[in-house]
């Protein structure tokens, strides 16, 4: 039997629909989003006194890192464990949409979001901390912010791959959120000996937060900022393939 | 294509969930301007059977085309020649309707010219709820959405799965003059429902599937003529003329499913 020749959209036109609406949703949906740059903005704000001790660039990498894994965990897993739930998914994929348009345009919203709210952060910091970096530190800290928050995507694609209740994605999300980051800034100050700050430098919080630091300072770039470029990469890849491999479409 | 070729053929498909074998051999094929239903208790292998049309499971065995191409291996066109309507509503709620409306015409390439979504919702009476959000549509008024939006592409089949549940009188019949417009217009429609009343009216022919199986393929008037003296028939039978419902019932037992 012969087929029928028909316009089938291009990849480009399906791909355009669903990042304009999701687009849209992640808009009509600001509140949440702004509320990822909460803890951020209180960071900036009640460390001003230490600011010096610490310097600029080393508290930014901290407020950036700190958002970017509540756009990983709770914005992004959460908004696609809950689509799943509604079974958006699943009307989408019966259209001529492949499950690669699907996927990146939502990937391309949430590193969108992460890339405006690293510029949020520096506009934050200059004003609140009167942290300033060279032009090169603000063009690399801004595209290191992209790459670093592909690590927490990839960790929210895991979870949202392991987990099929919408609910238990939102708890959990919220829990590893608070370990990362709790122990993750203690850790590193070596409150908690020098194994636990061994084990927080190259967890993904650490490994990022490092990342972001050396990509703030291009010039006081090392060895240590090159392993934790190597090792996001490689929670990139690992967290990506555990998602991919067990992502399911509908949560039944 | 051929012209007398089925829009939607469906060959020896199998589908097992571990060792359970959901869908057995099922073949059907259904041609232009034809109503086609698929009945099944609960559990009976046609949700199963569905999604492997859609393109949502893939079967272990079998093929299925829609209008000439392989689902499995020419998906995007497949679905591009497809119109689906699915049990539950799933659009985005934070999304209006007019948005909603844009977005799947963008997914099928269909350009909106202004004026064009206006139109659309003028037809199904939804002009003044272009601005709403989805979730915010009753459920009758979301059932209309989801049938604007399966027929967006003008497609050459259409799969309804389970259309009027939930649907005051009303809101049925209208579902149902649209439906007939589209099989006027010589496309093909394959509908599953648990209204034996509605298939018998709208059908015309019908399938009934049981433990993933085909038991029965026939017109309403068909069905009936055959299975009339079946003593399981007869036995369930509660008026003096046998109905659907009555060959439904005698053929897939009285026991609750699922």
């Known amino acids: 039997m012969e087929s029928i020749e028909l316009a089938t959209p291009t990849r480009l036109q399906v791909f355009r629909a669903l990042f304009k609406a999701d687009l849209r949703i992640q808009w009509r949906n600001r509140r949440a989003s702004l509320m990822t740059l909460l803890v951020p903005i209180i960071i900036l704000v009640s460390w001003s006194g230490i600011v010096a001790m610490l310097g600029g660039p080393s508290v930014m990498s901290s407020c950036i890192t700190i958002g970017l894994i509540a756009v990983g965990l709770m914005g992004y897993a959460n908004s696609t464990a809950r689509a799943r739930e509604k079974g958006i998914f699943q009307r989408l994929r019966v259209t001529p949409a492949g499950t690669f348009e699907i996927m990146a345009s939502r990937i391309a919203v949430q590193l969108l979001q992460m890339l405006v709210m690293a510029v949020v952060l520096f506009i934050a910091a200059y004003f609140i901390d009167h942290i300033t970096l060279s032009v090169g530190g603000y063009v690399l800290g801004t595209f290191a912010s992209m790459l670093c928050g592909a690590v927490f995507l990839a960790l929210g694609l895991a979870l949202v791959g392991l987990i099929s209740n919408a609910e238990t994605v939102n708890s959990i999300g919220r829990l590893v959120y608070i370990a990362l980051v709790v122990v993750g800034a203690i850790g590193e100050l070596g409150v908690l000996g020098s194994m636990a700050k061994n084990i927080v430098l190259w967890s993904p919080y650490g490994s990022v937060k490092v990342l972001l630091l050396a990509s703030m300072q291009p010039s006081a770039w090392d060895m240590t900022a090159t392993f934790a470029l190597l090792v996001s990469a490689a929670y990139c890849i690992v967290f990506a393939a555990i998602g991919i491999r067990w992502f399911k479409w509908s949560a039944e | ?258």
């Open chain 2, 1 to 258: 294509m051929e012209p007398n070729a089925p829009i939607l053929d469906v060959q020896d498909i199998d589908i097992f969930y571990g060792p359970q074998h959901a869908v057995d051999q099922v073949s059907f094929s259904i041609s232009r301007g034809e109503i086609f239903g698929l009945l099944g208790p609960n559990g009976a292998g046609k949700t199963s059977t569905l999604s492997a049309i859609e393109g949502l499971l893939t079967p272990d065995s079998g093929t299925v085309r829609i209008a000439g191409h392989d689902i499995r291996e020419n998906p995007a066109h497949a679905k591009a020649n497809m119109g689906v309507q699915l049990q539950s509503t799933s659009f985005h709620a934070d999304l209006t309707v007019r948005e909603i409306i844009r977005l799947y015409a963008g997914l099928y390439g269909v350009p909106t010219p202004p004026g064009m979504v206006e139109g659309l919702l003028k037809e199904i009476q939804l002009e003044d709820a272009r601005g709403k959000r989805y979730g915010q549509l009753s459920g009758g008024q979301q059932q209309r959405v989801s049938l604007v939006i399966a027929t967006i592409h003008d497609p050459e089949l259409l799969l309804l799965d389970e259309p009027t549940t939930g649907l005051d009188p009303q809101s049925r019949r209208q579902l149902w003059d649209r439906i007939e417009r589209i099989r006027k217009s010589g496309r093909a429609v394959l509908l599953t429902t648990h209204s034996m009343e509605e298939a018998e009216a709208v059908c015309d022919r019908i399938a009934i599937i049981d433990h993933g199986k085909i038991i029965a393929t026939d017109t309403p008037e068909g069905l009936i003529a055959t299975h009339a003296q079946d003593p399981r028939v007869k036995a369930v039978s509660r008026g003096p003329r046998v109905t659907l419902e009555d060959v439904f019932i005698g053929l897939t037992g009285s026991e609750l499913r699922g």
